[in-house]
């Protein structure tokens, strides 16, 4: 069974730091393009964060390029999120996702990924 387990949320204040994990079991990812999703209550799913299997290409949306980073170990067959300068708008469930059909074109676009952690809430107070 494919299961990616996402840790490392909790409760911050503004101008923190948190780094989350995901950790890959029934399969291995360390072929294949990783990302980092969030959504906040009443709000659609966003992009935040993606790597391609080598750590050659990321991307990240303007809102949070510069404060987070996103890194893999695949000999642990993990994929990890830095967050810094965390503001209240950062506030939402972060969810780690894996995209089997590619390993460098990463993509921003949720309906691109196939397995889907359960997420860890991120909360930022103010």
């Known amino acids: 069974q494919v299961q990616l387990v996402e840790s490392g949320g909790g409760l911050v204040q503004a101008g923190g730091s948190l780094r989350l994990s995901c950790a890959a079991s029934?399969?291995?990812?360390?072929?294949?393009?990783m990302g980092w999703f969030r959504q906040a209550p009443g709000k659609e799913r966003e992009f935040v964060a993606a790597?391609?299997?080598?750590?050659?290409?990321?991307i990240y949306p303007d809102s949070v390029k510069g404060r987070f980073t996103i890194w893999r170990d695949n000999a642990k067959n993990r994929v990890y999120l830095e967050m810094n300068s965390l503001q209240p708008e950062d506030t939402a469930v972060y969810y780690c996702?894996?995209?089997?059909?590619?390993?460098?074109?990463?993509?921003?676009?949720?309906?691109?990924?196939?397995?889907w952690g359960r997420g860890t809430q991120v909360t930022v107070s103010s």
């Open positions: 790597i391609s299997w080598n750590s050659g290409n990321t």
């Open positions: 996702a894996g995209d089997r059909n590619a390993y460098f074109k990463v993509s921003a676009t949720p309906g691109e990924y196939d397995d």
């Open positions: 029934g399969r291995t990812y360390s072929g294949y393009v």
